[in-house]
């Protein structure tokens, strides 16, 4: 067997590894808050938050699930909380595709934790940007009090929830609140704001203060049924519009509400039939190489995810470390814009790193997005960048100038834009390559991603210095033993905050996908942003020439 193809087998057998362990995590994200909490919910006749979804959604589609790793080994001192107590995602109702919410009354009562607020956000951002039916299946007891000077008073916290609920409202976009479960206190907005509410008998419950609040307060002695139940909301208060005996009926009445609804303009972004690529996908697994630092050529990526592998390549010969290029995805049209991780060569004999961002790499990427914008076609940016090129040459070809060029295109861009972290994504890199911070419709990664402001090793390696210089200052004397002790801990504490699942676990991704789904994931996307017509005008202001 010759060298190249061991390196096929080493690369595959590490991602089909960091796959394994994606699958056993979200297996433990599925359990919500243990099989023992699963089960008391049954036996109330309640369906959990995932049966709830999968009884909604259409037979034989696909549930594009949002922020399951949100939380992620967080909150641990308050016994954790998987998927920041919340499953969302985007879903087809009744033929619609729609973003779905629902509490998981598993964890904790279903309580709104920090990242659960930032979640269900996220899940309202997606849902506003995309003008996408929201449907929201509420079993919450609110605000987790232990924590609540993080999630209630501030900007973006608990409040901005129903802030977003009126503005969807003023947007024309639908939503539909079916409560399940408690909904308390501040909670109680929701459904209220929302356009139509159904409520379960027995189990859905809707009060400013619960019963023990009102006895304390008041000194009245109600139960929630009579003070909030769903016979009291649909008969005496006419605060909710339907009730129902069951989970299984308010779910189907919110398909026959689903199924009416009538059908906007949308952005018209060009799809014809699709085609599978001709190179395999199941190969995606093998390109990827085991250590991040090694070279690989990106178009083989892009030919396992586009339509028949074809990629027409923008300014081919020039600015190399960056490939633009037109091609289609499930039929649609799509500009991706993507790092080539392999050494190129210029034509004036300059060696270039892969995933190193040069003046002309970025100044091809800047020209590139301003045209797909011309064209009104969505982007596609799959990162692997270590950042932009450094040193007296770059500099004093004006770098900053050139990279703040391709910052400008990006931040400015008013088609959607789409995000696959596949490898590294460091520092200013991850900001030209459109990270979080510049506003992707959606934002994945690959098990293999890699967020940080720079590399684990020279990361380590200046924080090692400054820790150093700290201990001499205090005149501490380092022995070569404890300065690579302290380099051990110090990369090993650097590296864990590098990995998608702390990336996931913030939010700042949502979600870590497998490869081979990354072509039917971005489809989705891309049909979820076909649904808002992009009403801005192009607009660069100030550019840097």
């Not at 308390?184 to 008998?201: Q, R, T």
Request: glycine content about 10%.
């Amino acid at each position: 067997m010759d060298t190249q193809q061991l390196d096929l087998n080493r690369n595959e057998d590490a991602m089909r590894k960091a796959l394994s362990t994606l699958r056993q995590r979200f297996a433990v994200i599925e359990q919500g808050g243990g099989k023992k909490n699963l089960e008391k919910i049954r036996q109330k006749g309640k369906l959990t938050p995932r049966e709830r979804i999968a009884y909604l959604l259409d037979k034989n589609t696909d549930f594009t699930e949002i922020g399951a790793f949100a939380a992620y080994g967080m909150y641990a001192e308050h016994g954790g909380c998987p998927a920041a107590g919340t499953v969302g995602g985007i879903g087809y109702v009744s033929g619609r595709q729609c973003m779905i919410v629902a509490n998981d009354m598993t964890v904790k009562a279903g309580a709104w934790f920090p990242l659960t607020g930032k979640k269900n956000l996220r899940l309202q951002e997606i849902a506003m940007e995309n003008r996408l039916p929201v449907i929201y299946l509420v079993d919450s007891a609110g605000v987790y009090l232990p924590m609540q000077d993080e999630i209630f008073p501030d900007k973006e916290h608990f409040g901005r929830i129903f802030r977003n609920n009126a503005r969807m409202s003023a947007m024309g976009i639908t939503q539909i609140a079916a409560v399940m479960g408690s909904c308390v206190a501040g909670g109680a907005y929701l459904p209220i704001m929302s356009d139509e509410v159904l409520m379960v008998e027995g189990n859905g419950s809707i009060f400013l203060a619960g019963p023990y609040l009102v006895k304390a307060a008041i000194g009245e002695t109600v139960d929630a049924e009579t003070l909030g139940g769903a016979v009291t909301h649909t008969e005496i208060s006419g605060i909710a519009d339907y009730k129902f005996k069951t989970d299984q009926e308010c779910l189907d009445h919110i398909k026959k509400i689903i199924g009416k609804l009538g059908h906007p303009a949308n952005a018209g972004f060009d799809r014809i039939a699709s085609a599978p690529p001709e190179k395999d996908p199941a190969e995606l697994y093998t390109i990827i190489p085991e250590d991040n630092t090694r070279p690989y050529d990106m178009l083989d990526i892009i030919g396992r995810i586009v339509d028949r592998s074809e990629f027409d390549q923008y300014k081919e010969d020039y600015g190399k470390s960056i490939l633009c290029g037109y091609a289609r995805i499930d039929g649609w049209a799509v500009g991706i814009v993507a790092n080539q991780r392999k050494i190129v060569k210029s034509k004036k004999g300059e060696m270039q790193m892969g995933g190193v961002i040069y003046n002309d790499s970025a100044d091809k990427a800047a020209r590139f997005i301003m045209n797909c914008n011309q064209k009104m076609i969505p982007l596609v940016f799959l990162q692997d960048v270590t950042g932009f090129m450094v040193g007296s040459r770059s500099e004093h070809a004006g770098i900053i100038k050139d990279g703040a060029k391709m910052v400008n295109a990006v931040a400015n861009s008013v088609v959607p834009k789409f995000t696959v972290i596949i490898g590294n994504s460091y520092g200013a890199g991850n900001y030209a390559m459109c990270g979080k911070a510049y506003d992707p419709r959606f934002i994945y990664a690959w098990p293999t991603a890699k967020m940080a402001v720079m590399g684990g090793e020279q990361a380590a390696k200046t924080l090692l210095q400054i820790q150093i210089a700290s201990l001499k200052a205090k005149g501490e004397i380092i022995t070569p033993e404890e300065e690579n002790r302290l380099l051990n801990d110090i990369t090993a504490r650097y590296l864990s905050q590098t990995t998608p699942y702390y990336a996931a676990a913030h939010l700042w991704v949502d979600e870590i996908i497998d490869p081979m789904d990354t072509r039917k994931i971005l489809s989705a996307s891309i049909t979820a942003a076909n649904q808002a017509p992009v009403e801005a005008a192009f607009n660069l202001g100030v550019f840097q020439v």
